[in-house]
């Protein structure tokens, strides 16, 4: 059974750094990963979509990568700005199914 | 175009109440999916329709737990005699198609409270 793992499980940093949030996932027999941005009190904003086939992917000052012989995923936020805080949540679509698996999430909080 | 809705947003039940939880999918949306978030963690999933079949309901918890899409559209998710471990948020979300690496996308969720 997957099983999908973000660490920290709360981040708080200064306006403007960079940082990086971790998933790792158990099995590597995976058809995509997505990132998503969920607020207090609001549904899944998705965020970047990776295919199994690729290596990484762009949004603004959003970099996802994935590595999937290895189980990895990161999230790369630059210059981070106070509407950055929020729960940050990877999930993984395996090739045996549709369903997505996530993992706990990373609060992150940005202060001015 | 409008996104993945979701009716009631809140819902309180006393324990013992059934309850029903509705999904509006993105127009043209084949798959949808129910999955269920309790607090401060991810959501895991619930089941999975595509287009009026339901193809997998390997996560609903307990025949409490019935989810049905009549028409292909529109999807009803039912929990009979509510039970206080039910309490979580429960949040729909539609795809465009059932195979393929597409993304899926979430509505806001109905927040459900159990006394």
């Known amino acids: 059974k997957q099983e999908v793992t973000q660490i920290p499980a709360a981040l708080s940093v200064p306006e403007g750094e960079n940082l990086v949030l971790n998933c790792s996932f158990t099995?590597?027999?995976?058809?995509?990963l997505q990132w998503f941005r969920q607020d207090p009190g609001k549904g899944l904003t998705s965020l970047l979509l990776?295919?199994?086939?690729?290596r990484e992917q762009t949004s603004g000052r959003l970099n996802a990568s994935l590595d999937k012989s290895s189980g990895r995923s990161t999230l790369y936020i630059a210059a981070s700005q106070p509407g950055d805080s929020a729960t940050y949540l990877c999930?993984?679509?395996?090739?045996?199914?549709?369903?997505?698996?996530f993992g706990g999430g990373t609060r992150l909080m940005v202060k001015p | 175009g409008a996104g993945v809705s979701q009716s009631p947003r809140y819902k309180v039940a006393k324990r013992g109440q059934d309850v029903a939880l509705r999904c509006d999918p993105i127009s043209g949306h084949v798959s949808l999916f129910w999955y269920q978030q309790a607090l401060g963690q991810g959501p895991e999933f619930l089941t999975y329709?595509?287009?009026?079949?339901?193809?997998?309901k390997s996560g609903l918890p307990s025949d409490r737990f019935f989810a049905e899409r009549p028409e292909g559209s529109v999807s009803t998710l039912k929990i009979q005699r509510t039970q206080q471990e039910d309490s979580a948020v429960y949040l729909c979300a539609s795809s465009l198609a059932g195979t393929g690496g597409y993304e899926q996308y979430f509505g806001p969720g109905t927040r459900l409270t159990v006394t």
């Open positions: 099995d590597s027999a995976i058809y995509n």
């Open positions: 990776i295919q199994s086939s690729q």
């Open positions: 999930a993984v679509r395996d090739n045996a199914g549709n369903m997505l698996t």
């Open positions: 329709f595509q287009n009026e079949a339901q193809l997998d």
